[in-house]
């Protein structure tokens, strides 16, 4: 099936019912099941079911209730996936006029206040949290940094020089 429009007209128009803006469902071959779904509203396009998409896509805002996937991946276990075959997964660009950059925040289920942020401003990372920073291998935690900036190791530190501010006389 091939249409054309004219110069000037529309292309193809879907005037949907008094419930919804336009409607396209995609089924089997006797129609009996519905696979997928655009549902036009005024809130733009809705897709249901999987929608795979082969080029680039553009869009101001998105929102998805299921999940994200980028690239090949095997298990779906998180609402964002993303594979790489090379070794840049995910690229985040500073504005110049952003001076302290943060790229990733984390924020309680109310969305009232930031709790956390990873980020970099002037050549450093920063990694910040309202309380307490922890860094944690195998479920233990390491080191702690807490809001006051005193910092608590668990296990052996190890220094292969310089001084302590003890051994300063």
């Known amino acids: 099936l091939t249409l054309q429009a004219s110069a000037g007209g529309s292309g193809i128009k879907i005037i949907g019912r008094s419930d919804n803006l ?35 896509v553009t869009a101001t805002d998105g929102i998805f209730s299921g999940r994200v996937v980028v690239g090949a991946v095997g298990s779906l276990t998180a609402k964002i996936n993303i594979e790489t075959g090379g070794d840049i997964g995910i690229k985040f660009i500073r504005d110049v006029t952003n001076t302290n950059f943060n790229a990733i925040v984390f924020r309680d289920s109310g969305d009232t206040s930031n709790n956390a942020r990873i980020g970099y401003s002037a050549n ?33 530190v190890t220094a292969s020089g310089g001084f302590f501010n003890s051994d300063r006389r």
């Open 22 to 56: 336009g409607y396209i469902e995609f089924a089997n071959n006797n129609g009996t099941t519905i696979n997928s779904s655009i549902n036009g509203s005024t809130n733009g396009l809705q897709f249901t079911g999987a929608a795979t998409f082969s080029s680039s």
């Open 124 to 156: 450093q990372l920063r990694l910040e949290g309202t309380n307490d920073v922890i860094l944690a291998t195998n479920a233990v935690n390491r080191l702690t940094i807490n809001s006051t900036g005193a910092a608590t190791f668990t296990g052996t």
